[in-house]
């Protein structure tokens, strides 16, 4: 029972005369707090109670973080679709035509270009909501594009992961994508040219486990969780309780697996700095 659904909901509805939308209320997923959603929304999507990061859709990442908002998309590349012509409970093509249908995106992956404090950048944002922002075949062409985008237009690359790992419908082709995209940040990194991660809830499989974690600078947002396999299956592995805090970005921090977690609000003026230390001209 909760006293905004049940009590203030319906005075609302008796007072306007009308059906009050759904979507006028969020509840955060931590504190179970109601909040107007246009408050959220103005927030970045961080609980004002408790400082809650919740996941964010991948084209508010880009507006949040290219100077005016602006910046050019770069489509990702056509890549063959359903090669293992792979089905569970159902097709892998239908569940590709929903993720479209729901997200307007084409893959789990949008790439952009534009400028960040003035510099121009190229930034790879994983969209949760397609698919759980896994990791196939055109996921890994976009990091290739991406990454040879960086390096002709001498521009640092950011890429922000949201991710549950491989997609396992893609079988061997999606794990292909690991060493794939690692070759790809190398590339970059051959280039003399930052590449920064930011890494966001969830980071995990074979995310973590390839471009995710190579970044010469890792950035966490506050609480995001971290790791390759999930707790539960290493507790079961190992036959041992794991410490509190286990995957999260601050007890990555702790343990020398990342360099900074910034608050969302923050991150932005960090890149800035970050990407004006790291591309000043060298003699
Ligand atoms: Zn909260």
Known sequence: MNW???????????????????????????????????????????????????????????????????YTRIPTPKVTLDPLKFKDLKKYSDRLKDARHKTEEEDAILIAMGRIGGQKS??????????GGSMGTAVGAGLVAAAKTAVKHKAPLIVIPSSGGARMQEGILSLMQMPRTTIAVRQVKEAGLPYITILTDPTTGGVSASFAMLGDIAIAEPGAMIG?????????????????????????????????????????????ALISLLMKPRV
């Not at 190229?122 to 698919?131: D, S, T």
């Not at 999260?248 to 923050?266: F, K, N, S």
């Open 4 to 70: 905004i659904t049940d009590f203030v909901r319906p005075k609302l509805r008796a007072l306007v005369g009308k059906d009050v939308p759904d979507n006028l209320w969020d509840k955060c997923s931590k504190c179970e707090q109601m909040i107007f959603h246009r408050d959220l929304a103005e927030n970045s999507f961080v609980c004002r109670h408790c400082g809650n990061h919740m996941r964010l859709e991948a084209k508010k990442r880009l507006e949040l973080l290219f100077d005016e908002q602006e």
């Open 122 to 131: 190229i930034v790879v944002a994983f969209e949760f909501n397609f698919m």
């Open 228 to 272: 390759f396999a999930g707790a539960r299956v290493i507790q079961q592995t190992i036959r041992h309780a794991l410490p509190e805090g286990f995957q999260t970005a601050e007890y990555l921090l702790e343990h020398g697996m990342i360099d900074m977690v910034v608050p969302r609000q923050q991150i932005k003026g960090r890149l800035v």
